[in-house]
């Protein structure tokens, strides 16, 4: 290779020539200016001179290496490539990489100190959500008792604001805790068996009265392949289709919200599930449509404005799906509704469950309702109960002149036209059954004088839907005759326990106090885990509550003391502000025996008492 000296002279590059034994024979302009070679200098990748110091280089072959330099101004890297030169001779041409090298080292450390920073900032997120838990059982649970008291209806109006306040605000704190696990990669799914039809059916079933209360109904199916158990985590998986279905509620006015589950395919063996959300509410702009997967989004609109919301529910909804090894997709058109779906693959369970002796109703099926959603949803129905005569009438005439010409057809009649013309249409059939939401269970007595045989509930099981047509006896409590009594409901519970509560902030324990005094119970309290082992000593309770934290002796303490003292059969329950899993293993490895997240429900505080004094054989819920 030649090489005119005269361009060298002329580059950026310092430019340094060796012989066969490695010394200097040449220096460019530039590798002269820097002044840390000389001629007759050694040189080569494993030979240099002082003032030039090896650094690890990227490039492990000797066709290029790095060195540092003491320049007359400053240290520099050198980045060195090496071109053998005819007879032994070699150019090496050195680019100065001081300021790239710089600059990637400052990139690491800022993308270290971001990593750090957000850590400390999903750190801070779950002790703040978890802190703010607390007062918030205090003003939620107060709230709750000072609206069964007596008040004007202007101090219950504001009383129920507070509480819906409260409610959307411990929505977030659920959102910003789950959402920060999230982040922190805390994600664990557990694999149980679980009913899939029931899932979807309790799900509608929670969000109804939300639904009917804007006149929107909301239904489930599931299709009859799907199998009956299957493995996966039931909890992660009600979260993310209750925030679809949620939504779906929230930004639908008129319509309704269905929720369906289908197998669309095998994956190994293992049935690949679509479970999808659709609503004929306000719909999404192509415009927003990609970015309400984003943290903290919400579509920018007006018509989406005036819906309160955090943007967080479908960005962790999308990462559960994602987890579980799906992507979640939605389409939609503006006013004509969305439909949330995501498909993942869930096994069957190795054991499914019998299948009972399948209800076979052979007659026809008139349905009679205007609302096409409903339509839709009872065809779904019928057609998986196999039956085969479904027919459609839009208008009570119509309906009279369907049944008139199948006197033996049963009548599903909704809530609308049996209020209407109910006399003149439960006449017309054999087995006619009005369809009704859960706030109008007040009218079935009207109903039945009116000459209706049962009444479904909406949402409508498939299961309570063949018992009624076929009248089977009933296994569903929700579908009922209406000859037989309509009875109310309420604790069963009759026997006065004594409860020992353990709880050192005021307001709460005032808070669960008046609950279980009202419930009729004793309680006798306690402020912190030692007053709870020394007042456990002296008199038999039959039940224990449990703070968790509590100063001088925190509740898992009091409860290995009292466990170890002999107090083995009384069940002793956490209230805890803490959601995670590791918590509550925590509590069970303690010694207790269940756990009640704060702010917790005042039912759900008196049916936990219920379970574990009534039948303390059961065992504790599984931990979610
Ligand atoms: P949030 O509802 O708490 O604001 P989400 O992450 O669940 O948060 O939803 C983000 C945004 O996506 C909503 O604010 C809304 O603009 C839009 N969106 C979600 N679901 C629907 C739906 N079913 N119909 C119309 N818009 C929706």
């Known amino acids: 290779m030649a090489v005119s000296l005269a361009v060298l002279d002329r580059i950026a590059l310092m430019a340094v020539m060796t012989d066969e034994q490695d010394q200097v024979t040449y220096l460019n302009a530039a590798a002269e200016e820097a002044g840390a070679l000389e001629k007759g200098d050694v040189f080569s990748p494993t030979k240099r001179p002082t003032g030039i110091r090896p650094v690890k280089s990227p490039h492990p ?19 060195w490539t090496v071109s053998p030169l ?5 150019l090496y041409t050195g680019q100065d990489v001081t300021r790239d090298r710089k600059s ?32 918030l059982n205090g003003i939620l649970g107060m709230t ?3 609206i069964d008291t007596d ?43 679980m009913d899939p039809a029931g899932l979807l059916q309790s799900i509608a079933e929670l969000l109804s009265p939300r639904a009917a209360h804007k006149g929107l109904e909301i239904a489930s199916f ?128 190795p054991d499914q469950p019998r299948t009972e002796d399948e209800l076979k109703f052979d007659h026809p099926v008139v349905v009679a309702t205007d609302n096409a959603f409903l339509r839709r949803m009872l065809m779904l129905q019928l057609d998986a109960a196999g039956i085969s ?33 109910g006399a003149r249409l439960a006449k017309a059939s054999p087995r006619a ?80 106090t008046a609950i279980l005094k009202r419930a009729g119970h004793y309680v006798d309290l306690a402020g912190n885990g030692r007053e709870a082992v020394e007042t456990f000593a002296h008199a038999p309770y039959d039940i224990v509550l449990m703070d968790m934290r509590m100063p001088e002796m925190d509740g898992l303490e009091a409860t290995r003391r009292l466990r170890s003292q002999g107090a083995t059969d009384t069940p002793i329950i956490a209230l805890t502000a803490n959601a995670s899993t590791a918590d509550r293993e925590e509590c069970l490895a303690a010694g207790m025996n269940d756990f009640l997240s704060k702010p917790f429900d005042p039912n759900d505080l008196i049916a936990m008492l219920e379970r574990w004094t009534g039948q303390l054989e059961e065992a504790p819920r599984a931990v979610s």
Request: charged share 25%.
């Open 61 to 79: 072959v000797t066709s290029r290496f790095t060195t540092a330099i003491d320049t007359n101004s400053a240290a520099r890297l050198i980045e």
């Open 86 to 90: 005819d007879g032994g001779k070699t």
């Open 104 to 135: 990637w080292a400052i990139l690491k450390d800022m993308a270290r100190s971001a990593n750090d920073a957000s850590q400390a900032k999903m750190r801070f997120l779950a002790t703040m959500s978890h802190e703010m838990r607390t007062p």
């Open 144 to 146: 709750g008792l000072m």
């Open 151 to 193: 008040l004007d209806s202007n101090q219950r109006t504001y009383a129920e604001a507070v509480r819906e306040s409260g409610m959307a605000l411990l929505g977030l704190i659920n959102d910003i805790l789950d959402y920060s696990k999230i982040e922190a990669g805390h994600l664990e799914l557990e694999e149980q068996v």
């Open 222 to 349: 599931v299709a009859p392949d799907v199998p009956a158990r299957l493995l996966g985590d039931e909890a992660r998986l009600r979260q993310v289709i209750l925030n679809l279905a949620g939504n779906g509620v929230k930004f639908t006015e008129e319509g309704g919200v269905s929720l369906e589950l289908r197998v669309v395919g095998q994956n190994d063996a293992v049935p690949v599930l679509r479970f999808s959300v659709t609503d004929t509410g306000i719909g999404i702009s192509k415009s927003n449509i990609d970015r309400i997967f984003n943290e903290f989004a919400q579509a920018d609109d007006t018509r989406s404005r005036g819906y309160e919301g955090t943007g967080l529910g479908l960005s962790i909804a999308q990462q559960i799906v994602k987890a579980m090894g799906g992507t979640i997709s939605v389409e939609s058109e503006i006013g004509t509704g969305s439909t949330f779906a995501f498909e993942i693959p869930l096994p069957a369970a």
């Open 389 to 421: 005569k479904v027919m459609f009438a839009e208008t009570p005439e119509e309906a009279l002149g369907l049944l008139s010409r199948s006197p033996r057809a049963a009548l599903l009649c909704d809530l609308k036209f049996a209020a209407s013309d």
């Open 433 to 512: 059954i009005v369809l009704l939401s859960p706030v109008a269970r007040g009218r079935l007595e009207a109903f039945r004088r009116a000459g209706f045989s049962s009444y479904l509930i909406k949402p409508i099981r498939q299961s309570s839907l063949m018992e009624r047509l076929t009248d089977a006896p009933q296994r569903a409590p929700r579908a009922e005759r209406l000859d037989s009594k309509d009875v109310g409901t309420g604790p069963s519970t009759s026997r006065k326990l004594r409860v020992l509560l353990a709880e050192d902030n005021q307001i709460n324990s005032v808070l669960a």
